[in-house]
């Protein structure tokens, strides 16, 4: 891939890793800092990298950015969080694109459901593609997607259900 290539490659996938990450992360400022590292990856293989598969490797490296991330925070302590009152339907209402039902939905998956979801409807990956970017067999991603997608519609339901 050349540097040319590489900005081209900026321009278009940017705002989509961004928006994945986001929607994984809720955190605008720890999205944009994957999104960066990822493009940081990015160019320091450019040369082994073929410009075809430069998005499916700049979601892999996300993905997994954002594992690692969710893993490390697991272990950290959230006592401030919880004096302040958790974001929740606030942190839901930032999210650019999803409505803010659908958002609290999302939160209740698990971090694979969830990312195979945005994945699959939100970015249009194939499950072949999802698979590789996940590091999981095409039979499991099917599988957490149909999941995924059941709870959805029971969290769905039941909310419809109160309202």
């Given at each position: 891939m050349t540097p040319k290539e590489y900005n081209h490659c900026v321009e278009l996938y940017a705002d989509r890793v961004y928006r994945f990450m986001l929607k994984n992360t809720r955190e605008a400022a720890e999205a944009e800092d994957m999104v960066q590292n990822a493009f940081e990856v990015l160019w320091r293989n450019h040369e082994k990298v073929e410009v075809d598969k430069a998005r499916s490797?700049?979601?892999s490296v996300s993905h997994h950015q954002?594992?690692?991330?969710l893993r490390k925070n697991k272990r950290m302590s959230y006592t401030e969080e919880f004096a302040e009152g958790a974001a929740g339907p606030a942190a839901a209402a930032?999210?650019?694109?999803?409505?803010?039902?659908?958002?609290?939905a999302l939160e209740q998956l698990s971090e694979i459901q969830r990312s195979v979801v945005l994945l699959r409807d939100y970015e249009g990956y194939s499950?072949?593609?999802?698979?590789?970017?996940?590091?999981?067999?095409?039979?499991?991603?099917k599988v957490y997607i149909?999941?995924?997608r059941k709870k959805l519609q029971q969290i769905l339901v039941s909310i419809d259900r109160i309202v």
């Open positions: 490797y700049l979601f954002m594992i690692d991330s930032n999210s650019p694109d999803l409505s803010p039902t659908l958002n609290n499950y072949d593609e999802i698979a590789q970017i996940t590091e999981l067999t095409e039979a499991q991603v149909f999941r995924a």
